[in-house]
Structure formats: structure tokens, C-alpha cells
């Protein structure tokens, strides 16, 4: 299962070069994950009541082509790995003809704010993992 959210390029969006800045890519990436957490039922207010955060780890992020102003983005967010204290995120973007203009990978770890340490992944996760895995293989 995944997560999609529409995003159409604003002219803020634009640099000197007439596409979408780099910046604005990982801006709507971010936007692209809060969606997801919310999707599988740990957005922000539920990790605040929990104490509970993730971390980014590691971030790699491929640019293939030029996103342009009024260009109507398609931002796919999916888990692809859980492990037991990191999680991995896979995202792409799109374009109106369906164009793969962005590829990226993140690493998350679960993260106690009180304790500043990290955590085995929460249950939200691990059960939307196994619930994948299941959907998979039938």
C-alpha cells in the first residue's frame, strides 16, 4: 500500500534556471512522509502524546528530469523495509504524463524524545509491514 498526494508547481517553486528548485523537491518529499505517517495512523499528535519521533538517517535523493511552473506532481509515498529500530521509505515523483522525475530513499529510526535513544519501530509500522507482506503474497 502507498500514499499519493498532488502537488502543481507554483511560480515559488521556480529558480533562475525557469524548473523547480532542488529545495522544493525535498520540501514536497517531506509533505509526501507527514501524509504517510498519517496514513498508517502515527502523525505528529499521536508520536507528541507517545513521546515518540523519527529520525532521518540516511537520504538519497535522484533528480531525473525538470519539474516546470503548472506542472501537476504525483508524490508516492510506500515502506519498503522495517527493520527493528529503522524503517526505510521509498518516494517518487511524477509528472502529468506520468514521467518519473524524482526518485528517493529515506531511513528513519525510531526515536524516543524523552530518553533521546532510539526504539524498537512502533506497532503502527510493524503491523503495516506485515500487513504488506500479507497483501503480497496472496
Known sequence: MQKMIDIVVKAEDIDHLGHMNYMKYLFYLEKGVINWYEMVGIGRKVLDEKGLGTVLIQFDVSY???????????????????????????????????????????????????????IPVVQEIAQFALQLNKENTL
Not at 508516492?76 to 522495517?82: D, G, N, P, Q, R
Not at 511524477?94 to 524523552?114: P, S
Request: charged share 25%; with cysteine.
Open 64 to 118: 531525473k528530469q525538470e519539474a516546470r511552473l503548472g506542472d501537476q506532481l504525483k508524490i508516492i509515498t510506500s515502506l519498503t523495509h522495517v527493520g527493528n529500530k529503522s524503517f526505510i521509505v521509498h518516494q517518487e515523483i511524477y509528472n502529468q504524463e506520468e514521467q518519473l522525475l524524482t526518485k528517493c530513499k529515506k531511513v528513519f529510526v525510531m526515536f524516543n524524545t524523552r530518553t533521546r535513544k532510539g
